[in-house]
């Protein structure tokens, strides 16, 4: 197994979201890894979590990343935290996306939680993908 291939993979990923006109039209640039100090806008999107397992194989040394990216809305509802978080599943579930170190295998979509955070003010949704990667 080797964790080598999470920085690459998370690069591609915020690259990917990042360069999304659909996505861009829906929170502008507000697209984060570590979200900043200050006021945050009104909707952004946040890369979070990450489990790795090895699946390395004959082949060679590979692993399966779950990494969740949130959408987080002060906005009242879900409705336009679920336009966001529809856009992000399009740009990410089967993406063909282009590691620095190693390579892409498959990209899906696992799953989502929708929920109010910060006295019910707030609502985030989490997507987790399934990311298998090989270093080649």
Avoid: C
């Avoid at 197994?1 to 659909?22: E, I, K, N």
């Avoid at 529809?86 to 929920?115: N, T, W, Y």
Wanted: overall charge negative.
């Amino acid at each position: 197994m080797s964790f080598a291939l999470s920085g690459p993979l998370q690069a591609a990923v915020y690259g990917a979201l990042t360069g999304d006109a659909a996505l861009a039209a829906l929170v502008g640039s507000d697209i984060y890894d570590a979200v900043p100090s200050g006021a945050l806008p009104v909707m952004y999107v946040r890369l979070g979590s990450e489990a790795v397992r090895d699946a390395s194989d004959v082949t060679g040394a590979g692993a399966v990343h779950q990494f969740t990216v949130s959408v987080i809305t002060t906005n009242p509802g879900f409705a336009s935290a679920k336009a966001v978080a529809g856009a992000v599943s399009d740009v990410l579930h089967d993406a063909d996306l282009i590691l620095s170190r190693g390579r892409l295998v498959s990209l899906q979509f696992d799953r989502a939680s929708a929920r109010r955070i910060d006295t019910a003010s707030a609502r985030q949704i989490d997507l987790r993908f399934r990311a298998r990667v090989q270093d080649d």
